[in-house]
């Protein structure tokens, strides 16, 4: 008696063992059928779902091993794809954009130069107030607030309104000599507070979408001060905007094939580990 329940319990776990290594095999099929497909982000779910749910199935672990680097080699690949058919259209767009541009760079300082509308260089710009716009060789835009008079209104950011009440607004950035800087010349006052990144992004993208209505600009953080933002100068933005564009696509395109190189390069030495 003894003796059958043994071998019943020894069959039950048998049993138990075979079944767990089929529904294990079941999600590195499925993941193999969207491999095959490149469904690449579902093949990594079944394969990650086979790791939780069944960590003792060492021979199939192994197995989805392997399926996981050629879905990350292969994905590698056709991101290479992606960005070597894109990134002559971009490059081109990006040529002809900037001939409406003047780049400066101040190689003692800057490791990045950038692109400003000719018409808003500031050579052309003196004793006005204005908002400036302009875009890094990464892509990265920003604007800045320059205000000129007799008297300084010590400012440290501005509101943009349309009539209909629509606004957007800078973050506020305090002196410090840097980002926000003035000086004196001639007994007037110039000050330029430049806005980068999220701290000028909601406003960049709302003159932007109302270049064509007429925009309010208050200067806030100090003595209250109101222009009203000049078609030359929104202009500028919209055209600085579609460069950013484009060279944010090139500088993400040529990030995500350097990553992809690098991986694939890692993946081989693991899937060809005697390969010379």
């Known amino acids: 008696m003894k003796k059958t329940i043994a071998c019943m319990l020894v069959a039950t776990l048998m049993g138990g063992c075979n079944q767990s290594a089929k529904e294990a095999q079941l999600h590195l099929d499925k993941a193999r059928a969207h491999y095959e497909r490149n469904e690449f982000f579902a093949a990594r779910t079944e394969i990650d779902s086979l790791r ?12 989805a091993l392997t399926l996981m680097r050629e879905v990350d080699l292969k994905e590698a690949t056709r991101n290479i794809a992606f960005c070597d058919s894109l990134m002559p259209i971009r490059l081109h ?3 002809s954009l900037k001939a409406g541009f003047t780049f400066e760079k101040d ?11 000719k018409g808003q260089t500031i050579e052309r710009n003196v004793q006005r107030c204005y908002v400036r716009s302009g875009v890094d060789e990464n892509g990265e835009m920003y604007i800045a607030s320059v205000y000129y008079g007799s008297r300084p209104i010590d ?6 309104s349309t009539s209909e009440g629509l606004f957007a607004e ?29 701290h000028g992004r909601e406003a960049i993208k709302f003159v932007y979408d109302h ?41 993400q395109m040529v990030e995500m094939k350097r990553k992809a190189l690098k991986r694939i390069a890692y993946l081989n030495e693991k899937m060809n580990p005697n390969q010379e």
Not at 155 to 160: F, N, Q, R, V, Y
């Open 52 to 63: 939780a749910k069944y960590p003792k199935e060492y021979s199939i672990l192994r197995d």
């Open 170 to 198: 800078t973050a506020s950035i305090p002196y410090d000599g840097g980002v926000n800087y003035h000086f004196q010349d001639m007994g007037a006052t110039t000050e330029v507070v430049t806005y980068k990144g999220d």
């Open 211 to 251: 270049a064509k209505e007429r925009i309010k600009v208050e200067y806030k953080g100090g003595k209250p001060y109101i222009i009203y933002m000049a078609d030359a100068d929104k202009k500028a933005l919209v055209a600085t905007y579609h460069l950013a564009s484009a060279l944010t696509d090139i500088h």
């Open 107 to 117: 190689t003692l300082y800057e490791e990045i130069g950038h692109y400003i509308w």
């Open 93 to 95: 767009e990006a040529d």
């Open 155 to 160: 400012h440290t950011s501005i509101k943009l």
